[in-house]
């Protein structure tokens, strides 16, 4: 079974920064896509930015220029930047692995992320 474990969520000021993490149990590398989801209540979860294993990228339009997704093979762990953050930012952020033969779905728990002055 996988453990995806999100951390990094808080409460910032809009215009502010923050980096989310997302540790895996196991190698990343084994995953066909890795990236972050984020939902508000009531609405449906949304993609935020997601790394396919080739390299492929793929951001929201909403975040462009402003999240960046990263990550660590050696620590099995991906990040999300995000800077200029809105309030509209404000979610919970899952963090999602698809499995290598892309049947099977991993998400963490979720980290809170506050944008208000």
């Known amino acids: 079974q996988v453990q995806l474990v999100e951390s990094g969520g808080d409460v910032v000021q809009p215009g502010g920064s923050l980096r989310l993490s997302c540790a895996a149990s196991?190698?990343?590398?084994?995953?066909?896509?890795m990236g972050w989801y984020r939902q508000v209540p009531e609405k449906q979860r949304e993609l935020v930015a997601t790394?396919?294993?080739?390299?492929?990228?793929d951001y929201a339009d909403s975040i462009k220029g402003r999240f960046r997704i990263s990550r660590d093979n050696v620590k099995n762990t991906v990040y999300l930047e995000m800077n200029s953050l809105k309030p509209e930012d404000t979610a919970v952020y899952y963090c999602?692995?698809?499995?290598?033969?892309?049947?099977?779905?991993?998400w963490g728990q979720g980290t809170q992320v506050i944008v208000s002055s």
């Open positions: 999602y692995a698809l499995s290598a033969s892309g049947g099977v779905e991993f």
């Open positions: 196991r190698s990343i590398l084994d995953f066909a896509v």
């Open positions: 790394r396919a294993r080739g390299g492929y990228l």
